[in-house]
T-cell receptor, first 114, second 110 residues
Framework: GEDVEQSLFLSVREGDSSVINCTYT??????LYWYKQEPGAGLQLLTYIFSNMDMKQDQRLTVLLNKKDKHLSLRIADTQTGDSAIYFCAESMVSGAGSYQLTFGKGTKLSVIP | EAQVTQNPRYLITVTGKKLTVTCSQNMNHEYMSWYRQDPGLGLRQIYY???????DKGDVPEGYKVSRKEKRNFPLILESPSPNQTSLYFC?????????FGDGTRLSIL
């Protein structure tokens, strides 16, 4: 089956850059997503990248996609305490008879140290 | 404003008592889905719907039913809830456009 893998924990100091990594297995993925979940809250879409792109930048967020290695990363510049959350990587793909599925990683808990 | 609305947000109930969690979206998306989130397991898809009257099983469909009679609504039905269905549930709308999530429904089955 398809798998999306992420490391479970990451700690960074306030002001440093954070890099959260994700690997996926299905080369037919169409979109790849990053979601943020703060404690007790739902999932907030942070950014997404279409599978034919290499990079996408949105303010402090940079997404890099290496299709050859099936590796996706999220870089947060100037990390703030408000960035402390769980970050989920997800891929969408066409499966079976043309139906879409979205597969999530288990999430990376980012802790920002003041 | 793009919105996915789930109700209830919290529910404590007993084994075997049928319950329905409603989900409604205002973005005219064809694709809707349900997930459950459990510690250490991340999000797992329960059911999804490609369009009205088109539903399909996700990764963990056992013990759940869904229906899609109209585009905006996608209720999740637990006919006979059991304690292993205690979880945090999310409804989502959209797939190859940014997917929007509801705020979650925390179900406790005693």
């Amino acid at each position: 089956g398809e798998d999306v893998e992420q490391s479970l924990f990451l700690s960074v100091r306030e002001g440093d850059s954070s890099v959260i990594n994700c690997t996926y297995t299905d080369s037919s993925s169409t979109y790849l997503y990053w979601y943020k979940q703060e404690p007790g809250a739902g999932l907030q879409l942070l950014t997404y990248i279409f599978s034919n792109m290499d990079m996408k930048q949105d303010q402090r967020l940079t997404v890099l996609l290496n299709k050859k290695d099936k590796h996706l990363s999220l870089r947060i510049a100037d990390t703030q305490t408000g960035d402390s959350a769980i970050y989920f990587c997800a891929e969408s793909m066409v499966s079976g008879a043309g139906s879409y599925q979205l597969t999530f990683g288990k999430g990376t808990k980012l802790s920002v140290i003041p | 404003e793009a919105q996915v609305t789930q109700n209830p947000r919290y529910l404590i109930t007993v084994t075997g008592k049928k319950l329905t969690v409603t989900c409604s979206q205002n973005m005219n998306h064809e694709y809707m889905s349900w997930y459950r989130q459990d510690p250490g397991l991340g999000l797992r898809q329960i059911y999804y719907s490609m369009n009205v009257e088109v539903t399909d099983k996700g990764d963990v469909p056992e013990g759940y039913k869904v229906s899609r009679k109209e585009k905006r609504n996608f209720p999740l039905i637990l006919e006979s809830p059991s304690p292993n269905q205690t979880s945090l549930y999310f409804c989502a709308s959209g797939i190859n456009q940014p997917q929007h999530f509801g705020d979650g429904t925390r179900l406790s089955i005693l």
